[in-house]
């Protein structure tokens, strides 16, 4: 019984984990729930309560207002973060970002305010 109600637990928090991979590209506005790795290219807005993961290769162009961003890729406009933007060394942030916790790796580039 125990187990059953463990794997249960496991498959949600996995269906709300997605990956968008180096040859996705998306134009537009973006709405997701739940936790979102982008490697690919977004051209206009990102929204979103969950957390966005913008791995090393991803380039952002557009607004993003996310709950948590943790970034290691390209962003250029501006981030809003309900809870908290963290930039690691490979990260370029070009615009301004609004958040109450802002942390920034040695190596990561950032120009705004």
Same mark, same amino acid.
């Given at each position: 019984?125990?187990?059953?109600?463990?794997?249960? #637990?496991?498959?949600?928090? =996995?269906?709300?984990? +997605? $990956?968008?991979?180096?040859?996705?590209?998306?134009? !537009?506005?973006?709405?997701?729930?739940?936790?979102?790795?982008?490697?690919?290219?977004?051209?206009?807005?990102?929204?979103?309560?969950?957390?966005?993961? #913008?791995?090393?290769?991803? =380039?952002?162009?557009? +607004? $993003?207002?996310?709950?948590?961003?943790?970034?290691? !890729?390209?962003?250029?406009?501006?981030?809003?973060?309900?809870?908290?933007?963290q930039l690691l060394k490979t990260a370029?942030?070009?615009?301004?970002?609004?958040?109450?916790?802002?942390?920034?790796?040695?190596?990561?580039?950032?120009?705004?305010?």
């Amino acid at each position: 019984m125990w187990d059953t109600m463990k794997r249960k #637990v496991n498959q949600a928090d =996995v269906e709300n984990f +997605t $990956v968008l991979g180096k040859d996705v590209t998306f134009k !537009g506005v973006v709405y997701f729930e739940g936790t979102v790795q982008l490697d690919g290219c977004v051209e206009g807005e990102i929204r979103t309560d969950g957390v966005l993961i #913008v791995g090393e290769h991803a =380039v952002i162009r557009g +607004t $993003v207002s996310v709950g948590t961003l943790i970034s290691s !890729g390209k962003t250029h406009g501006t981030i809003a973060a309900s809870d908290k933007v963290q930039l690691l060394k490979t990260a370029v942030q070009i615009g301004d970002v609004h958040t109450p916790a802002f942390s920034i790796e040695a190596g990561a580039y950032f120009k705004g305010l």
